[in-house]
């Protein structure tokens, strides 16, 4: 069922859980998500990241995501992540993206609010809904920085809830994705995580939908905290990414000398493995035991 990403934003707000959000660089993960999302029957975001264009075209992946999107037997947002050009946005929504995040976190304030009210105009002509960013994670979505390089926090900058009211205030988006603490990417330190700055970003904007970037790699004790302090989307990628390569690994290393390594049987492999991370990533954003 193909929905919104507003409308599966509001089933979350109502169940006061999180909303996964994964990307699917490749078949096989979309496979592996939407197979785990059916499977608990809990609502599910795909997503394609503009950075993973190197990976798969969004031109090529898009439609897929669509399709198996409206198959789908539970409610399934198909959303743009880390959208770095309007001209991208845009192409999404033309495919059909119910959901886009325009990513103006390392613009200046109001060049950031500018590109997001373009967005916002963009999206209300085919009914998609808006996630921006205020603040600044350190890392880049693509990870940058795993080897070692932004490793501290100095380049992080937390959300400003004061400045957040502003923000949903002046653009009208749908959801903020807001820096309290996460990194894009392998964590090379445990995250020091602030609950208070959602706290306070919900107060102060009257409870918008807060989004977590940096999901992989937190404690399932700390996302039940941030759920709690009221986010209601969060990313995940890394680790179910990284999953599916340790799978592949087991599987070749395990071939006898002088016989075939089958892509196939590879993939089915990454698929289940990627399924099985899924499943225990959403049972925790959904309180599930």
């Known amino acids: 069922m193909l929905v919104t ?35 608990l029957q809990l609502p599910v975001i795909i997503q394609a990241a503009q950075c993973h264009e190197v990976f798969v075209p969004v031109s090529v992946i898009g439609p897929v995501m669509i399709a198996r999107a409206k198959e789908a037997s539970v409610p399934v947002c198909v959303h743009l992540d880390h959208g770095e050009t309007l001209e991208y946005v845009q192409k999404v929504l033309d495919i059909g993206f119910t959901g886009v995040m325009f990513d103006g976190s390392t613009l200046p304030y109001e060049e950031n609010v500018a590109s997001v009210k373009k967005a916002v105009e963009m ?19 693509s990870g940058a920085g795993d080897d070692g390089a932004g490793a501290g926090d100095d380049t992080k900058i937390y959300t400003d809830p004061v400045q957040a009211k502003e923000f949903v205030k002046e653009t009208g988006i749908d959801a903020l ?28 904007t009257e409870g918008i939908p807060v989004v977590m970037h940096g999901g992989s790699g937190v404690s399932s004790e700390d996302f039940r905290k941030a759920v709690a302090a009221g986010v209601r989307k969060i990313n995940y990628f890394t680790y179910m990414d990284k999953a599916a390569g340790t799978a592949l690994a087991e599987y070749v290393s395990g071939v006898e000398d002088g016989m075939p390594v089958f892509f196939t049987e590879a993939a089915c492999r990454a698929v289940a493995a990627m399924k099985e991370n899924i499943k225990e990533a959403m049972k925790v954003f959904a309180n599930i035991d």
Do not use: W
């Open 123 to 141: 999206a209300s002509k085919t009914g998609a809904s808006v996630e921006a960013e205020l603040g600044s994670m350190g890392r880049r979505e």
């Open 5 to 39: 990403l507003k409308e599966i934003l509001k089933i979350a707000e109502e169940k006061k859980i999180a909303v996964g959000a994964f990307n699917t660089p490749n078949l096989e993960s979309l496979m592996a998500i939407l197979d785990a999302a059916e499977e």
């Open 177 to 204: 994705a807001c820096s309290f603490g996460t990194t894009h990417g392998i964590y090379l330190t445990k995250p020091r995580l602030d609950f208070s700055v959602v706290e306070q970003v919900r107060k102060e």
